[in-house]
């Protein structure tokens, strides 16, 4: 038998963990699904239960996620089945990265009892399945696939790097934030044991799949919008960015090219010309307001787009205007970093360190009712869904941002009292602290730089920094027992 497998089923203790995590698990989901009996849904649900439901072949969001919940219907229409499914492969996802802990590192019986609590006892991953969206699934992924560089790292063995490979593709599909994946992937190969020949070997293979699902998309996106682009939700991001700073700075009409000059002078300069002046002070602290607001530059473009167009799908509106904002976004960025800088970059880094709940503060957005998407899809005798209470998540999930923030410096103060005595440390255990030190490095510079910044995307750091710091703690605190000892 394996010895991970021993590990986990033939040691009474852990077998009893195991035994315990899932009885726990289960009356937890009971009794949240008594007290939530439908799922929850927010705008983003019904895009993607609408590719789903049309078989797209891509989608305004990665497509993973809706070609999942196509994959559950040909089971079960429940959305009861798609939450437990996710809840239990999330809880699943985690019980692997808990015993690779244990496994390699051996925590004391007080530090495994509070990661347990951390990962098992927390409402936190009970709301994230509850949703109709790619979260909870891309969290777990991305916990298999970093737990899978943890065994590359510690126990390296050539189909490590196969399975590995397809998990990043799977989560790459499911949420694009898993851009900067490979870099990760990257430094647990080259920290391995394996034969060079297998480490360029691993790393080309990995690159050429999320190549080929990129060329794919891009592919598709062109027979459909006319242009090709790998995330039509890209320029809108990027337009949304630079919508920032541009109140700040006096711009030229000539700075700007074809479209993306219409759009700036028929659009972008009227509005900000007769807007409040509170408005030129919204910040990314406000979230992605210039993609929200129906009467901001970047929906009242679309809406006319969609007037003369008639474009036949969202997807078709939304990647027809999505080359001309992302033209006048990253052409704004390039004529005007410092205010770019200023006006996003850094009160998006404080937004990064206090990310806001957003969604998970309030069930089915406050709202009684969920849109025909969803009743059709899952087969609602109403379009009426209910819940204990629509505010008590918010009340219940308030701690987990300051809690982000905290765990944030805590893993900062952890590695610089260990970085002068790393020798300290067995070299696979630093190696790993490593790769953690630089899946915290890379999320932050993504979140911040390319990404909207809410609660939900960070879940996945969150609880790896959290093992880790626990770990690093639990060291410290054997070294002082030890010293103190002799």
């Known amino acids: 038998m ?3 497998i021993r590990f986990v089923l ?24 008594l007290l939530y009996p439908y799922a929850d ?15 797209a ?41 808990f015993f690779t802990l244990l496994y390699f590192y051996q925590p004391a019986q007080n530090t495994i009892r509070f990661i347990w609590v951390f990962f098992f006892c927390n409402p936190l991953l009970l709301y994230l399945s509850n949703y109709i969206s790619s979260d909870s699934l891309f969290t777990a992924l991305s916990l298999l696939w970093f737990t899978q560089l943890l065994w590359i790292i510690q126990r390296p063995v050539w189909y490590q790097t196969i399975t590995q490979a397809l998990l990043l593709l799977i989560a790459f599909c499911v949420r694009y934030n898993a851009m900067y994946y490979p870099l990760i992937t990257a430094v647990a190969l080259f920290a391995s044991a394996l034969p060079k020949v ?8 990995s690159v050429l799949l999320l190549a080929l699902f990129v060329n794919y998309t891009g592919a598709e996106a062109k027979r459909l919008t006319g242009t090709r682009q790998f995330s039509v939700f890209s320029g809108w991001q990027l337009a949304n960015n630079a919508l920032y700073a541009y109140p700040h700075v006096k711009v030229p009409y000539h700075i700007f090219e074809g479209k993306a000059s219409l759009f700036n002078r028929k659009v972008v300069k009227p509005f900000f010309d007769t807007c409040h002046p509170g408005i030129k002070d919204i910040s990314p602290m406000n979230g992605a307001f210039y993609i929200r607001m129906p009467y901001a530059p970047l929906k009242q473009y679309y809406i006319k787009y969609v007037h003369d167009s008639t474009p036949a799908t969202d997807f078709q509106a939304w990647g027809g205007v999505s080359p001309v904002f992302a033209s006048f976004g990253s052409t ?14 850094l009160p998006n880094s404080v937004n990064y360190m206090l990310p806001p709940l957003e969604k998970l503060e309030v069930y089915n957005l406050g709202l009684p009712q969920v849109y025909s998407e969803a009743r059709y899809w899952f087969h609602y005798k109403s379009d009426n869904v209910h819940a204990v209470s629509a505010g008590l998540q918010g009340v219940l999930l308030f701690i987990f941002p300051p809690l982000f923030l905290v765990l944030n410096g805590a893993f900062i103060f952890c590695l610089t009292g260990f970085i002068k005595k790393r020798k300290l440390i067995p070299h696979t255990l630093w190696l790993c602290i490593v790769l953690t030190m630089v899946l915290f490095a890379a999320n932050a510079s993504f979140s911040i730089l390319a990404s909207p910044i809410v609660f939900r995307y960070q879940v996945f750091t969150m609880i790896v920094i959290f093992a880790f710091s626990a770990i690093l703690s639990d060291l410290a605190d054997s070294r002082q027992t030890k010293t103190a000892a002799g």
């Open 332 to 345: 704004f960025i390039k004529n005007y970093p410092g205010a770019y800088i200023q006006h996003y970059i």
């Open 2 to 4: 394996n010895p991970f």
């Open 41 to 55: 849904f927010f705008s983003d649900s019904y895009s993607y239960i609408e590719a789903a439901a049309s078989h």
């Open 10 to 33: 033939h040691e009474p203790a852990n077998r009893r963990l195991l035994l315990k995590t899932l009885v726990v698990t289960l009356a937890q989901w009971i009794i949240f699904k």
């Open 198 to 205: 297998i480490k360029w070997g691993a790393l080309v293979f």
């Open 57 to 97: 072949t891509v989608s305004i969001w990665p497509i993973g996620y809706s070609w999942f919940l196509s994959l559950l219907h040909q089971v079960h229409y429940s959305d009861t089945f798609v939450t437990s499914v996710q809840y239990f492969f999330l809880i699943c996802s985690a019980l692997v990265f």
